[in-house]
């Protein structure tokens, strides 16, 4: 477990987790910004899918804030060396510096591990928001892509 004062990244407990992320993955603003569609959703079974190909390749996470005494999940992040979606999916939690802290969090877990770099495959080039986010802990822009959809997407690396 991953720790920063009230706000705390655990391992993801399958499948008793899928069930409040289907409210994350029903959210147009989610969906846009990790799949490029804000008309798509997923369902309890893409998401379980979801989740067990980002526990394969590195360490999934819920992210959780203490409000009231009580932990509440509000979004979903994995560390791993090419890749680090982070999701808040509870929208009144957006915009309010929890990202940076889970961000951090990685990095310096990420430095625990060992590891010399990280790697973001892809943010859109529309999600400025998350552009800005990783530019502010160091990462670099270091190309473009274009994902299945079509969608033109920038990559950032780390070095550690």
Do not use: C
Request: hydrophobic share 40%; glycine share 10%.
């Amino acid at each position: 477990m991953l720790r920063d004062g009230g706000l705390r990244l655990r391992p993801v407990r399958l499948p008793d987790d899928i069930a409040p992320a289907v409210a994350w993955y029903s959210d147009p603003e989610v969906m846009r910004f990790s799949a490029g569609d804000e008309k798509a959703s997923y369902d309890a079974e893409m998401i379980g899918r979801m989740y067990d190909y980002l526990a394969d390749l590195g360490e999934l996470y819920i992210i959780e804030l203490e409000v009231s005494g009580e932990w509440i999940a509000i979004g979903d992040v994995t560390l791993a060396p090419d890749t680090m979606p982070m999701v808040i999916g509870v929208a009144e939690y957006r915009s309010q510096g929890y990202g940076k802290r889970v961000l951090q969090l990685l990095v310096d877990r990420a430095r625990e591990l060992g590891w010399r770099e990280l790697r973001v495959k892809g943010i859109y080039t529309f999600n400025t928001r998350s552009q800005r986010l990783f530019a502010s802990l160091g990462f670099v822009q270091v190309g473009d892509v274009f994902d299945d959809g079509g969608h033109d997407s920038v990559r950032f690396v780390k070095q550690l």
